[in-house]
């Protein structure tokens, strides 16, 4: 299993510490020398006060974020989770992710979804109401963007009148696509449009928050897979080429017995197909969230890992 780490700006109590480039340095820098494969930030361009107050955190322009921490490494991979494609124009999502994927020499995951915050689709001018449509739309037009990025793509409500000069990715065909959301629309994008899914295992009350299908345990998580896996393969598509990312149950270092649980529930999940998960490490303050990251690498070996996985490829 790879492990992401969530940048911890991302988490309600973390301080404002968090946004000053000398922390997004260290943090970043840190994450890649304890063997993490991938740091992640989340799209919220115009979040509410009330969102903010309920359990939101503080957010950074994700393209942004992440092309100064691919400036500071050298292999970690850059994931936005997610970069809300409904937002915007699918050339502008085309132009920014693949750039941050030319300016990080080939390392970006698009992490990709359909967003919930019914007043920030409000604040940026888009109709809440066809969030679902606009996800599908995007998708398709995006994999035509990096694929042919001469030949003009039109939707909806957008239109290239003629042959258009996109430079391509790094990755080719394009950077991988990993797609977020629980229910059957999910699976199905990731079907058709993904290199990856990104499910949360929550309880109703959440998934209802953040207008996803709940998936509450781990059982169920395996149903999901189980279908997502048959659609695959009636597709003609190989699932096991289909990364799977899930959440870490919080781990305390300092307990042995949480660290037992945690490893107890990423092994009960990637018997059920997860390959990758994401890491929330102490946010309190940058050094506890750095002094974290290094124990939480040593802890999981996940240098060792990282090599062993490395010379299969």
Wanted: aromatic share 6%; hydrophobic share 45%; proline share 7%.
């Amino acid at each position: 299993m790879k492990y992401t780490l969530e940048y911890p700006s991302e988490l309600p109590t973390a301080p404002d510490d968090f946004l000053h480039p000398e922390v997004i340095r260290a943090v970043a820098t840190q994450a890649e020398a304890a063997g993490f494969s991938a740091v992640a930030l989340s799209e919220h361009p115009a979040p509410s006060v009330k969102w903010r107050n309920n359990g939101g955190h503080n957010t950074l322009d994700p393209i942004s974020a992440l092309s100064f921490m691919a400036a500071v490494t050298t292999h970690l991979r850059l994931m936005t989770n997610l970069y809300v494609l409904p937002f915007r124009n699918p050339y502008l999502s085309a132009k920014a992710l693949g750039s941050l994927d030319l300016v990080s020499g080939g390392r970006l995951i698009a992490g990709v979804g359909a967003g919930y915050l019914r007043s920030e689709f409000s604040a940026v001018g888009v109709d809440i109401n066809r969030r679902a449509e606009l996800l599908d739309e995007a998708l398709t037009a995006l994999c035509a963007i990096w694929n042919e990025p001469q030949t003009p793509v039109s939707g909806a409500g957008f239109a290239a009148v003629g042959p258009v000069w996109l430079q391509s990715p790094t990755q080719r065909p394009h950077p991988p696509i990993w797609i977020g959301g629980n229910g059957a629309a999910a699976i199905r994008r990731v079907v058709e449009h993904g290199d990856g899914w990104m499910p949360i295992i929550a309880a109703a009350g959440m998934a209802s928050s953040m207008r996803t299908a709940a998936i509450e345990t781990i059982e169920q998580f395996g149903s999901a897979v189980g279908r997502l896996r048959r659609r695959l393969a009636d597709a003609g598509r190989d699932p096991s080429s289909v990364d799977i990312q899930v959440v870490c149950p919080p781990v305390d270092l300092d307990d042995d017995t949480s660290i037992g649980r945690a490893r107890e529930v990423l092994a009960e999940l990637r018997g059920h197909g997860a390959t990758w998960a994401v890491i929330h490490v102490d946010g309190s303050s940058p050094q506890a969230a750095l002094d974290y990251i290094k124990a939480f690498g040593e802890e999981m070996d996940l240098v060792a890992d990282q090599s062993i996985s490395e010379s299969r490829l």
